[in-house]
C-alpha cells in the first residue's frame, strides 16, 4: 500500500454513546490499555457490574499514540519478567481475540555510543539472558549489518535481542474493549469524570458530566492524569508523567529496509519501520517532568534525524538524509505501560480478587 498522507494512523473506534448506570460493583477510571485490560480480566475471573468510565475515545490518552515497542529487554529483573510474559500475551493475541494487533517480531537494537552505555547494556543483558531472554551484544559492525541505516563508527557497541519488536496499541485496547463488552462490561465513552465522594476511607460515589454512577470500589487507570484523579479521593498517587515526541518521515514509493526497533542511548532517539517510511521518537531531555492541564509544549527542536549527536548516527537531515524528511510531529504523556498492560490487567485483577480468583484460562 502506498500511502502519500499519513492522516489518521490510529483510528479509534467509539462505541455509541451509552445511558450511564446509576450503579456498578467496580468502576474503572480510563479506558486506555490499562482500563481496558483490568476491565477484561476482571470480568473474565467473573467479576459483574463493572463499568469503565472515559473521557473520550478509549486509547485516546496515551494508549493509542502510535506503533508502540514491546519488549523484555529491561534492567530491572521485575521489569524483564512482566515484559516477557507480555509478549507471550502478545504472540497468543491473535488466536485468543482473532484480532491482528500488528505484532512485528523485528527485534530490539540498544545502541551504545560510550564505555558507560556499554557497561550498563551489557550488565543488562546478563539479566536478561540469566532470565531466559536471547538479547546478546553486537559489535558496531554487526549493528550495522542488521540496520544498515547506522553508522558503525559511531557506536562502540550494541545490544539485540530479536523477539522484541512493535505492535499497534490501539488495536489492543480494542480487543481488550470489546472483549469486556462481550462479558457485560460497561464502557461509557464521552464521560468525564468531574469528582469522587470519598469519606473514612471507602469510595461511595463517581460524579461525571453525564451524572452519577453509585459504587463501592473504584480502580484508577488514567494514566498521565492518574494524581488529578487520586487527589479527588483524597489519595495521593505519586505519578510523574514526562513528554515524548514522535514523528513520522515521508512514505516512500517501496518500503525501506526492514530494521529493528532501533533505540540510541546518548540521544534517546528511536525508529523503526512505518509502512513506507520510518516512526520517530525522542523524549525531551530538557524538560523534566510535567502537570499541566491543558497545556501544550511547543515539539522540541530535537526530533531530526539530524540533530546533534544523532548527525553522527544517521547522517545529516533534509530530504537526502538516510532516514527521509520529517513529515509529521507529536507529542504526548509516556510512561512505560503499554508493554505492561497484558500483565497490568492481571495483577489487578489479583488485587481485587485475592484468593478466591478462579483457576483456568484466565489465571494469566
Ligand atoms: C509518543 C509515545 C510513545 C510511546 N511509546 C511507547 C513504547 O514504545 N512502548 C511502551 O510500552 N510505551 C510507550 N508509550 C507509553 C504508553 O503509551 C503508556 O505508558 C500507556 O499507554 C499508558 O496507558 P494507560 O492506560 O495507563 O494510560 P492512558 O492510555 O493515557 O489512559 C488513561 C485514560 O484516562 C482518561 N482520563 C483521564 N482523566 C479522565 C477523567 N477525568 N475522566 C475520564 N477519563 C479520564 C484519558 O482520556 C485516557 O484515555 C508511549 C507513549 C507516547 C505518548
Not at 470480568?43 to 478509549?58: F, M, P, Q, S, T
Request: aromatic share 6%; net charge positive; charged share 15%.
Amino acid at each position: 500500500m502506498l500511502v502519500k498522507h499519513v492522516d489518521n494512523i490510529v483510528p479509534l473506534v467509539k462505541t455509541p454513546g451509552r445511558p450511564l448506570p446509576a450503579a456498578g460493583d467496580i468502576v474503572i477510571l480510563g479506558g486506555g490499555i490499562m482500563g481496558t485490560s483490568i476491565a477484561y480480566h476482571l470480568a473474565e475471573a467473573g467479576v459483574k457490574n463493572i463499568v469503565l468510565i472515559e473521557r473520550n475515545a478509549l486509547g485516546s490518552g496515551s494508549s493509542a499514540k502510535p506503533l508502540g515497542g514491546v519488549r523484555a529487554t529491561f534492567s530491572d529483573p521485575g521489569n524483564i519478567r512482566l515484559g516477557q510474559r507480555s509478549l507471550e500475551a502478545f504472540e497468543r493475541f491473535g488466536e485468543k481475540f482473532r484480532t491482528d494487533i500488528g505484532l512485528r517480531q523485528v527485534g530490539y537494537l540498544f545502541l551504545c555510543r560510550n564505555e558507560a552505555e556499554l557497561l550498563q547494556v551489557e550488565d543488562s543483558t546478563h539479566i536478561q539472558n540469566h532470565l531466559g531472554g536471547s538479547s546478546r551484544m553486537v559489535t558496531p559492525d554487526q549493528a550495522h549489518q542488521i540496520n544498515p541505516f547506522l553508522d558503525p563508527r559511531a557506536l562502540v557497541a550494541a545490544s539485540y535481542s530479536p523477539r522484541d519488536g512493535f505492535a499497534q496499541p490501539s488495536k489492543v485496547v480494542q480487543a481488550y474493549a470489546e472483549a469486556a463488552q462481550q462479558l457485560g462490561v460497561t464502557i461509557c465513552q464521552d464521560t468525564e469524570i468531574l469528582d469522587l465522594d470519598a469519606g473514612g476511607g471507602e469510595v461511595q460515589a463517581v460524579h461525571t458530566n453525564r451524572g452519577t454512577i453509585r459504587t463501592p470500589t473504584v480502580i484508577c487507570a488514567a494514566g498521565a492524569w492518574s494524581t488529578r484523579l487520586g487527589a479527588m479521593a483524597g489519595v495521593h498517587l505519586p505519578i510523574e508523567p514526562v513528554r515524548r515526541q514522535i514523528g513520522m518521515t515521508a512514505q516512500g514509493s517501496k518500503p525501506l529496509p526492514t530494521v529493528p526497533f532501533t533505540l540510541d542511548l546518548s540521544t534517546t532517539l528511536y525508529f523503526h519501520n512505518y509502512l513506507n517510511g520510518m516512526l520517530l521518537g525522542i523524549s525531551n531531555q530538557d524538560q523534566g517532568t510535567w502537570f499541566l492541564p491543558g497545556v501544550r509544549l511547543p515539539v522540541a527542536a530535537g526530533l531530526q534525524p539530524g540533530c546533534g549527536n544523532c548527525r553522527t548516527l544517521l547522517g545529516p537531515p533534509g530530504p537526502g538524509s538516510r532516514l527521509g524528511r520529517i513529515v509529521r510531529k507529536h507529542t504526548g504523556p509516556q510512561r512505560h505501560d503499554r508493554v505492561f498492560g497484558h500483565c497490568g490487567g492481571i495483577h489487578v485483577r489479583h488485587r481485587i480478587l485475592g484468593s478466591w480468583l478462579p483457576a483456568g484460562p484466565g489465571s494469566g
